[in-house]
Structure formats: structure tokens, C-alpha cells
């Protein structure tokens, strides 16, 4: 998986999860204090350090009990044999979760033409400007890429997504403000099968006030769809803001209800000391993690690498033995 990340990724990947990490370690390196093994007091301890660190508590006591095992031979232990311990816990949960479908990336090997991704989210989270920058990303690997501005609700979102869709070079598919959603995404992936697209996006609304409304406009948008791509959407993709923390666990669970979520978006982690977030929500969804966002810039949103983040978040430079 390491030739898909290169030092440029790592170097991003690293700068963007300082806030977490430096928040991570600092709580790790004082409850080992002046402690020489892995006994009930120190379990106990950061079992309330993960939880702090928004890892959630059901995917805490499950990296403790990971701990718990992994420590059974050698129980001494230092800051950095602890962190070994904690990743090797941590990644047997993402190992867990992953539908053996990665590495993630942008070429689209086998897959249908046009590759069809409805993604969804509440407002505020950053659903917009991810979809223009994985647009941005997948015109990179040379391929034909659409928009369509579904989420009628608000003016902002579709003007938002015209101007993505103009700083990247891709065509955007809008009927404006108070537009059907459904219409929208009906012509867009029409378009895009007449054009030879390789992929379309299309933007909803981020409104979970009412889930029975959201679920019927989601359910709507995917049957019109399907009347022209029998099996649209190909990807329902959830984008969460990292910086809510549990806020954004408990997102998850209301749009995970509602409709047929298959791959996850983090964003702001960069902005955030809640980068353990991300281990929480891969564990509890079983879900896997597709991007993670790490800045403002086009190129700062990242294809997720399991391996890479927790080293990141916990400090390794090396893999454990």
C-alpha cells in the first residue's frame, strides 16, 4: 500500500494531524509518567486518554482489550513501545472494518463508465469543496469528469458548486434554486452517459431536520437515476467534519439510517486535536474511510491510507516488529 503514498503525502499527512498528535502523544507521555509496565492502573488510564482524544468509548475499550492481549508476553513498556502497542491495537480494528476493497485511487480501474457517486452530508461540513477538489483529483488521472448541483435547497450550494466546477475545468449540470433535486440528478447523469463521461458527482441537500423527508429525496434521486444507469449510484458518499468530534459519530448513525452509505469522507482534520475520530467512526460503521481532508488547498484532500494515519496520529516512524 506504501507505493500508493508517497513522501509528499506523508509530508502532507503529517502537517495536517499535528494538532491531534501533539494532543495525543502529550496525554500519552504523561500517564506513562514514571510507570515501567502495562498493569490495570495504566489500561484504565488510557482507556479515559482515547475517549478524550474522541476515539469514542466502545472502539476504546476495544483497543484496550487489543492492548490487553497484545501485551500479555512483555508487560514492560515505555512512551514509545506503548504507541507501538496502540497502533497495533488500533489497526486490528481498521483491519476489521475494511471491505478488502483498498487502496483507494482515482483511476477507475473496472469500473462501470460513468462512475456514478452521490454524496451526502449535513451543511457546513465541507460536502461541497470536497466534491470540487475529488473532482480536481480525478481530472488529474485524466479522466472526463461532471457535477451535478442537486442541493437545490440552498442558492449558495449551487453557486458554490458553479464555481468549483469552473476553477477545476468541469462541467457542472444546475436548474438553480428550488430546483427538483431528483430532475437535477436525472440530467446530469444522463448528460453524462451521453458524453462519455468517466465519472459524475452529484451534490444533495444537507438537511437532517426531518429524516423521513431526506430519506425520500435521497430514495427519489437514486430511482431516477437508475432509470438511467440501472445501478446508480455507484458510491454514497458521507462527508463528516472531524472538528465536531462525537457530533460527527452521531451524523453518521442518522445518515447511515437513511440511506446505503459505502465509503466516508473526514474533513478539517488539519484544523482539529480530534483526529481520533476517524479510528472511532471506521470501527463503528463498518465503513470504510475513502478521503481525509488536511487543508484548504485543491490538492488537500487525501486518499485515505490506514497504515500511514495511525503512524501519523501515534507518533511511529517505523512499523512495529
Not at 9 to 30: A, P, W
Not at 57 to 78: G, H, P, W, Y
Not at 115 to 140: E, F, R
Amino acid at each position: 500500500m506504501f507505493g500508493l503514498f508517497g513522501k509528499k503525502n506523508k509530508e502532507v499527512l503529517d502537517q495536517g494531524l499535528e494538532k491531534s498528535k501533539k494532543s495525543v502523544l502529550s496525554k500519552i507521555g504523561r500517564l506513562i509518567g514514571g510507570k515501567s509496565r502495562v498493569d490495570q492502573d495504566l489500561l484504565d488510564e488510557l482507556e479515559s486518554t482515547l475517549i478524550e482524544s474522541d476515539v469514542g468509548v466502545d472502539t476504546s475499550i476495544k483497543i484496550i482489550e487489543n492492548i490487553e492481549q497484545l501485551a500479555k508476553e512483555n508487560r514492560f513498556v515505555n512512551a514509545e513501545e506503548l504507541n507501538q502497542l496502540i497502533y497495533k491495537a488500533a489497526d486490528q480494528l481498521f483491519s476489521q472494518s475494511e471491505d478488502g476493497e483498498q487502496p483507494f485511487d482515482f483511476n477507475l480501474t473496472h469500473a462501470p463508465k460513468p462512475y456514478v457517486i452521490m454524496v451526502v452530508g449535513v451543511n457546513g461540513v465541507g460536502k461541497t469543496t470536497t466534491i470540487g477538489k475529488m473532482a480536481h483529483a480525478y481530472k488529474k488521472a485524466g479522466k472526463q469528469v461532471m457535477l451535478g448541483a442537486a442541493d437545490t435547497f440552498r442558492a449558495a450550494a449551487v453557486d458554490q458548486l458553479i464555481i468549483w466546477g469552473d476553477r477545476v475545468g468541469v462541467p457542472v449540470v444546475n436548474q438553480g434554486m428550488g430546483a427538483d433535486p431528483a430532475s437535477v440528478a436525472f440530467d446530469a447523469v444522463s448528460s453524462a452517459s451521453a458524453k462519455d463521461m468517466d465519472v459524475v458527482i452529484i451534490d444533495t441537500a444537507g438537511r437532517l431536520h426531518n429524516k423521513s423527508n431526506l430519506m425520500n429525496e435521497l430514495s427519489k434521486i437514486k430511482r431516477v437515476m437508475q432509470k438511467v444507469i440501472p445501478d446508480a449510484p455507484h458510491e454514497i458518499l458521507l462527508v463528516l467534519d472531524a472538528s465536531t468530534g462525537q457530533n460527527a459519530i452521531e451524523q453518521a448513525k442518522q445518515f447511515v439510517q437513511t440511506t446505503d452509505v459505502n465509503a466516508l469522507a473526514l474533513t478539517k482534520l488539519d484544523g482539529t486535536a480530534k483526529g481520533g475520530v476517524v479510528i472511532g467512526i471506521s470501527d463503528q460503521f463498518n465503513i470504510p474511510v475513502k478521503y481525509i481532508g488536511l487543508g484548504e488547498g485543491i490538492d488537500d484532500l487525501q486518499l485515505f491510507n490506514r497504515t500511514e494515519f495511525i503512524k501519523s496520529l501515534f507518533g511511529i516512524a517505523e512499523l512495529p516488529g
